[in-house]
């Protein structure tokens, strides 16, 4: 199995984080002159649905990207600097899984609480803010640190140019970034926990948490966007006591570099950007081998938005990944028929929403790479008989959101996303029928899940 298509699974006890969690608090709570508040809204004094396209949720309006961008500091409300997430719902795929999909759960229709988060947020000092996050995994019912965020901003003018430039501590590549068209806020922004994915995916967006690195950023004139910097793979040491096992370790060797340039515009109604990223790693599968595995990811994506002052608003995010592996330490391990291999992973989205409440979104994806029956195997479920990461399909998803806006009850201390998705197969690990060797169809691994997702 190859480093992209590994999925961590947390086995540690709260004894393990209490110290990430002190130290992260820490960093947000005790940074001299701290405003820090349990949500971002709090300290705006303005709706969730100011920053977000929806009431709440990843997706970023104007305002929302300056937010970001400029260290998370806009405001100067003080209150609690703590937040917290509940996800979870009911899991159905069309066919009942060869075995259940973790402990305590069934084959099939499972009522599941997903994660539970607690979230550090706020503003630091004049220039600075940031979040971290501390998740309890449901299905693995293991507590480990998630996603973290810390920046430093400043707003410059050169003449009749402006700029804003900053640094930002992140532990997953894309978590820092603006647009919705990357991985770590990328559509669709939930999912269970308990459905099949297909086995392969590039390691741009396989590396949240495993990681710790540092970029730097510049925006120019609100326009052009550039960031540069480097991940260090994180030990075994300091993943157990960020709640993590060694199985979560990327095995990085030295620096990976990390790029991102993109171009925004940013018109009265309409709003969009088109960018690329790129993230270049060696990794060391087994440390008795000379020969090292290396990774080359680029990325272009792109993102349309209307947002008029009506009820009517309109999204959508488009992104194609390409990988190429020299996978000369797996070649050697006899874990791959040849060291070269690539991988492409498309994704298109659009979501409809009416008066930020009710939300219609659909999605298409591809991914399809090179064929290998060493590294893509017949197993049950996860396997492939044509030894291929080729999968497709799409998405549907219905959602309401009562709350968020300027007018909400308890606001903003009380926002609720409920919804029916839909994900469906046309194609899974390289097959339509008797994909994985063993009988299954890649229809048998549809999916539908009733969430509901409240942050509070």
Not at 231 to 257: I, Q, T
Not at 357 to 372: E, K
């Amino acid at each position: 199995m190859t480093l992209a298509a590994r999925r961590p699974s947390p086995r540690a006890r709260w004894r393990r984080v209490a110290a990430s969690v002190l130290a992260l608090g820490a960093a947000v709570v005790l940074a001299p002159a701290a405003h820090a508040v349990p949500s971002f809204a709090s300290q705006t004094g303005m709706p969730c649905a100011q920053c977000h396209t929806i009431g709440y949720g990843p997706a970023l309006t104007p305002y929302g990207r300056q937010f970001k961008l400029n260290g998370y500091t806009f405001g100067d409300g003080k209150t609690m600097p703590v937040a917290l997430m509940l996800q979870g719902g009911y899991t159905r795929t069309s066919s009942d899984l060869p075995e259940p999909p973790a402990d305590h759960t069934s084959v099939n229709d499972n009522l599941s609480l997903d994660q539970v988060s607690v979230f550090i947020a706020g503003r630091i000092s004049e220039h600075a803010g940031g979040f971290a996050q501390i998740t309890y995994s449901g299905p693995d019912r293991a507590t480990s640190w998630d996603n973290l965020d810390i920046r430093y901003a400043r707003a410059l003018t050169f003449g009749d140019n402006a700029a804003v430039i900053g640094v930002t501590l992140n532990n997953n590549p894309t978590v820092q970034d603006l647009w919705n068209s990357t991985p770590a806020w990328g559509y669709p922004y939930i999912g269970s926990a308990l459905a099949p994915a297909p086995a392969a995916g590039p390691l741009l967006s396989g590396l949240g948490q495993s990681v710790l690195g540092a970029t730097a950023y510049a925006m120019f004139n609100d326009h052009w966007y550039v960031e540069a910097g480097a991940y260090k793979g994180l030990s075994n040491r300091w993943l157990k006591n960020a709640g993590l096992d060694s199985d979560a370790n990327a095995n990085l060797e030295g620096a990976a570099p990390y790029a991102r340039l993109a171009y925004q515009y940013d018109g009265t109604v309409q709003h969009g950007s088109i960018g690329l990223v790129a993230l270049g790693a060696k990794v060391t599968p087994d440390a008795t081998l000379a020969a090292r595995d290396h990774y080359t990811d680029v990325a272009l994506d792109a993102t349309w938005q209307y947002l008029p002052a009506s009820r009517y608003q309109l999204s959508v995010n488009a992104s194609v990944t390409h990988e190429h592996r020299s996978l000369d330490a797996t070649y050697a391990d006899e874990g791959a028929e040849s060291p070269g291999q690539d991988l492409t992973f498309t994704s298109i989205d659009a979501t409809y929403a009416y008066d930020r409440t009710w939300s219609l979104a659909a999605s298409v994806f591809d991914s399809h790479g090179t064929r290998d029956a060493l590294l893509y195997a017949p197993a049950p479920l996860d396997g492939s008989l044509a030894g291929s990461p080729d999968s497709r399909g799409y998405t549907l998803q219905l959602e309401y959101i009562p709350f968020g806006k300027q007018d909400s009850m308890w606001r903003p201390f009380l926002n609720v996303r409920t919804g029916l998705q839909y994900t469906g197969y046309t194609k899974f690990n390289g097959g339509g029928s008797n994909y994985d060797g063993y009988g299954r169809s890649a229809s048998d691994n549809n999916t539908l899940f009733a969430y509901l997702w409240i942050i509070l």
